[in-house]
């Protein structure tokens, strides 16, 4: 168990070079626990490839990742997502031809000592579907079981991710534009279902994002990349109220 003064997540010097092109440019930053953190900036700042660093798509050239307190710098994807490294979007976490119930069930099981193998359909002790069924309805798809998960739209298969990550038990929650591609009425439940789970439990969560509204309404914390360096964090309004960062980074259009 980690010391209260140590972050959950922690990145030193954090860097990236592919080729002479600095991607990412020694980027320090500590994740407090329970906090929200948007990651902003223009186009070629650098955030998904920092995300990218963090979550152990990409392997660093430098620096460090820490997770309470240990270097996870070189852990595989999996190995973050077992000590409670959860990506949401941009990953193949779905099984499309399984049932909504199926997947969920799936990753619930997975925790479970003596899991079965992961594509063992048997049917699931009591215990294990109460646990996907409630991780289901708080995702809003709980009439939706038996729909498989390559017919659900855009934003359903998104619910469904945030679905997987909590029955992973993942800790740290990481989504990557969480409202991109969705339509106006599914955006809102979204940004509710994330408001949701930072207000119940807890868990700490990592957020880029593009919509200037959308991080008003969830961020704890701004960390604002350009170039690939951190020019500026904190809290929200601060943030958002530093001239350079308005014109610079985040663009004149906030009010």
């Known amino acids: 168990m980690a010391s209260p003064s140590v972050p959950v997540l922690e990145t030193r010097d954090l860097t990236i070079r592919f080729g002479g092109h600095v991607a990412v440019d020694a980027v320090s930053y500590s994740f407090r626990p329970g906090n929200l953190v948007a990651i902003v900036g223009p186009n070629g700042a650098g955030k998904t490839t920092y995300f990218n660093l963090i979550s152990g798509q990409l392997r660093a050239s430098g620096g460090a990742v820490l997770h309470k307190g240990e270097d996870i710098t070189t852990l595989s994807v999996p ?16 099984f499309p031809r399984l049932s909504v119930l199926e997947n969920v069930r799936l990753a619930v099981q997975a925790l479970r000592p003596g899991a079965m193998g992961l594509f063992a359909l048997a049917d699931a002790d009591a215990g294990t579907l109460e646990i996907a069924m409630g991780h289901i309805a708080r995702c809003g798809l709980a009439d939706r079981l038996d729909e ?38 599914e955006a809102p439940v979204i940004l509710d279902l994330i408001k949701s789970i930072k207000a119940d439990t807890g ?6 994002e593009h919509k200037m509204d959308v991080i008003r309404s969830l961020a704890d914390e701004i960390m604002v990349l350009h170039n690939g360096q951190l020019v500026a964090s904190g809290e929200p309004g601060a943030v958002m109220g530093s001239q350079v960062v308005r014109e610079a980074y985040l663009g004149t259009g906030l009010h």
Not at 203 to 208: A, Q
């Open 203 to 208: 868990k700490t969560i990592i957020l880029v």
């Open 148 to 185: 498989r998960a390559a017919n659900l739209s855009h934003g359903d298969q998104r619910k469904l991710e945030v679905a997987l990550l909590l029955a992973l038990e993942s800790e740290i929650v990481m989504f990557d534009e969480p409202t991109a591609g969705m339509s106006a009425d």
């Open 79 to 94: 190995d973050r997502t077992r000590r409670g490294i959860g990506r949401a979007f941009q990953l193949t976490n779905l």
